[in-house]
Each structure stands twice: as C-alpha cells, then as structure tokens.
C-alpha cells in the first residue's frame, strides 16, 4: 500500500557527514509529519527529528546544531542532513511519516522504512 524507502547510510569517520533520504510511494493522498528515529543496540528506538508538512522541524537534543531535517513535499521524500557525527551516533535509522490515504478518510496511518545502518568508527 504505502511503502517508506531510505538510502544514504554507511560507514563514516568521526567528524565526518552523511544525507539520509527517505522516499514514500504508493497509494497517499497526503503526508502529514514526517520524521528520522534510531535505534542502538541494546537500546529503545528513540526520535532524531521531526518536520510537519509545512516545514516546520523540531530535533532531539542530541543532534541539535549537528542534524537538519527537510522535505521535498512533491518527491515525498525527507532528507536528514547528518554533520559532525559521533561513534555515539551509530545505529540503524529509521524514516516514519503519518499518511492520509484518501481525501475522505480523516484518519492518519504511520508507516516506517525498513531502515538504513548508520556507523560512525575510524
């Protein structure tokens, strides 16, 4: 139905920088939030940053200044512009967006991406 794709990971030095991207197709009238989480090992999946459909962006304390969330609103992709990485930064990194299927189903359904491997590591 609604399928989230995200490319861009990989191995990087400290100090170094990657772009995520994240791609929704399918059946979607509209995407309302979108947004970038982690998950380390042995740890909860927890949010990275968050961009509503107008472009507003909130960012979890951790990546401010480092992290910068966009969307492109007519690809239905979000990016995440990842700078100054950190081995603390090293996990698998998922995309979530809120998706309205249809023009007269109010409801929001969440989908996620499969996600895409993060390491930072010299």
């Known amino acids: 139905q609604v399928q989230l794709v995200e490319s861009g990971g990989g191995l990087v030095q400290p100090g170094g920088s990657l772009r995520l991207s994240c791609v929704a197709s399918?059946?979607?009238?509209?995407?309302?939030?979108m947004g970038w989480y982690r998950q380390a090992p042995g740890k909860q999946r927890e949010l990275v940053a968050v961009?509503?459909?107008?472009?507003?962006?909130n960012y979890a304390d951790f990546v401010k200044g480092r992290f910068t969330i966009s969307r492109d609103n007519a690809k239905n992709t979000v990016y995440l512009q990842m700078n100054s990485l950190k081995p603390e930064d090293t996990a698998v990194y998922y995309c979530?967006?809120?998706?309205?299927?249809?023009?007269?189903?109010?409801?929001?359904?969440?989908?996620w991406g499969q996600g895409t491997q993060v390491t930072v590591s010299s």
């Open positions: 961009i509503s459909s107008g472009g507003s962006a």
């Open positions: 399918g059946s979607i009238f509209s995407i309302n939030a």
């Open positions: 979530n967006a809120g998706v309205q299927l249809k023009w007269f189903d109010v409801h929001e359904y969440d989908y």
